[in-house]
């Protein structure tokens, strides 16, 4: 298996697979790099380089109790690209990666980017009653598992028409969803419910594509993709109907075309590079 070491020393997990132009993946709060892997073959298949990491705390990666904030999220994703030396990257992230994906434009520029995809992405605000996100952190430190069972098939989107899963990837779901530390479950929530990227995003000069569930219960699309689109200068805009959060799983013949699509055809508008250390400076939590 392969590691790279974070600013801090914490190892890190990823896989990296076929050759061509490279597509950065970042997974959602809970889950892990295996959440992209039909992403990756179709991609792989076609051309192109795909890369895919675990966040600090989640599948194989180290939990070094720390870190479980944006700036040293964002580094961590930094140090990636950098041990690869990648260049001309389309960096996707998925729920709260989208604010991964953001802070690192925000924090060491876009030298390495070429375009950026947001999927079911929570950025850039959920704008959550404070009482409302300390009642859910309360519940995931002493009953996690429950709140799983409890939320797992609204995330899948159970009841929506034409929104079919296999069962069992539903329960490799789950199991991603149960190994990753209780800390970093805490602590990611904590920081990403409290987030807010809308300045950030602003600021964006690249290509980005959002694509966004028409029935996303974690990221709404009116507050979250909808937002983002607003919000980003030039973004492009796709609604999955009848989708909720999940869209890797429940639509992802189309995710796997249109990030394709996207990494193919769209050129990065001109833009003067951000540089990383007026970026660190302006960068807001």
Known sequence: ???????????????????????????????????WQHQMLHLAAHGHRAVAYDRRGHGRSDDPGTGYEFDTLADDLAALLDRLELTGVTLVGHSMGGGEVIRYLTRHGSDRIARIALVGATAPHLGIDPQVATALLDQLRTGYAQWVTDNAGLSFGDDLPGCHI??????????????????????????????????????????????????????????????SADLIPGSKLVVYENASHMLHLSHREQLNHDLEEFALTVQPREHLPVNAAAARRNCSD
Request: glycine share 6%; aromatic share 10%; with cysteine.
């Open 166 to 227: 296999p069962q069992l990837e539903k329960e490799a779901t789950i199991r991603d969803w149960m190994r990753v530390s209780l800390h970093a479950a805490v602590e990611c929530n904590r920081i990403n419910l409290a987030a807010d990227f809308r300045t950030e995003a602003s600021r964006i000069g690249l290509p980005a594509l959002i694509l966004h569930g028409d029935h996303d219960a974690f990221a709404p699309l009116e507050t979250c993709g909808q937002r």
């Open 1 to 35: 298996m392969s590691y790279f070491s974070a600013p801090d020393g914490t190892e890190l997990f990823y896989r990296d697979y076929g050759n061509g132009s490279p597509v950065v993946f970042v997974h959602s709060m809970l889950m892990s790099s295996d959440m």
